[in-house]
């Protein structure tokens, strides 16, 4: 078995075994929950208060609750590939477990390379889990079908499913490049808080500097996140699915044909910066 496959091997067995990867991914099944329960009681009230019954809200609907409680979720999703990526690997670099790999023949490039797979793996299944914790209450709670309000058809099914969808999935590849540049970072900096610390700023400054960037924004990969991203394709169809026409205009369109492909060159170069660094880096 080449160097490779067992570095891969061995970062597959910590994905599975580590109980801080279990926590984080309960974690975000527990935010995705209460926050569709959590909407559904407010609506409620408001219901209550204008003197009519919930379903008639726009927003008693299956379409924007998923949306909206995947996205809450996601906040999470990518605090936690900061902090289980970005802050892992220094702490094993200081403390001498990545000198064992070494004595085993397993190269530098191989020992990275397996990290970089291991970091896209755990983005994809938090992003994933992400979307089926906040599917799953809000298949249970609401009903599909058009959005309504007062009786009245606002949407129908077809115009918000195609939005939410797509959605769902466009916020994939912006993680995915979190996910590598948060591996950048661990082979960057000596300390795990340091390197978390620095990529969370990071994607907060987007959010700071988005009107500076203007139409350029999009190309940088956090400005297309699900959840911190300022250009969240997500917050704009979950806005949208409820009702609310204001949200998802027709030039935002421009922002998501950006967004599918400009988080890939990111993800590429994180990738090939992080194993320059490790290679140079002393174990």
Not at 7 to 31: K, P
Not at 90 to 110: K, L, N, W
Not at 117 to 134: D, M, Q
């Amino acid at each position: 078995m080449s160097g490779f496959a067992r570095a891969l091997r061995g970062e597959l067995y910590l994905l599975t075994r580590r109980s801080s990867v279990r926590r984080a991914h309960l974690l975000v099944v527990v935010v995705a929950i209460l926050h569709v329960m959590g909407s559904m009681w407010v609506l409620q009230v408001e219901a209550g208060l204008e003197g009519i019954p919930a379903d008639e809200l726009a927003a008693w609907n299956f379409w924007p609750r998923l949306a909206a409680g995947a996205r809450a979720a996601m906040y999470f999703v990518e605090l936690l590939v900061l902090a289980l990526i970005a802050g892992s690997f220094p702490r094993e670099i200081a403390g001498g477990v990545t000198r064992d790999p070494a004595t085993r023949r397993i190269s530098r490039r191989a020992l990275l390379g397996a990290r970089a797979i291991g970091a896209l793996l755990l983005s994809f299944s938090l992003y994933g889990t992400a979307v089926l914790a906040a599917a799953f209450p809000s298949y249970l709670l609401f009903d599909r079908g058009p959005v309504m309000e007062d009786g009245d058809i606002l949407l129908e099914e077809l115009e918000i499913l195609e939005p939410v969808v797509m959605a769902l999935v466009h916020g994939l590849p912006s993680v995915l490049a979190l996910g590598a540049f948060a591996c950048l970072l661990s082979v960057a900096f000596h300390r795990g808080v340091v390197a978390s610390g620095v990529g969370l700023g990071m994607v907060l400054a987007t959010g700071i500097f988005h009107e500076a960037f203007g139409d350029a924004a999009p190309l940088w990969f956090a400005d297309t996140l699900a959840g911190f991203g300022p250009d969240s394709f997500l917050e704009q169809a979950a806005g949208f699915s409820q009702g609310l026409l204001n949200f998802y205009p027709e030039s935002f369109n421009a922002v998501v044909d950006t967004g599918w492909w400009s988080p890939l060159p990111a993800l590429v170069l994180s990738v090939y910066a992080a194993l320059f660094i490790f290679h140079r880096r002393a174990l």
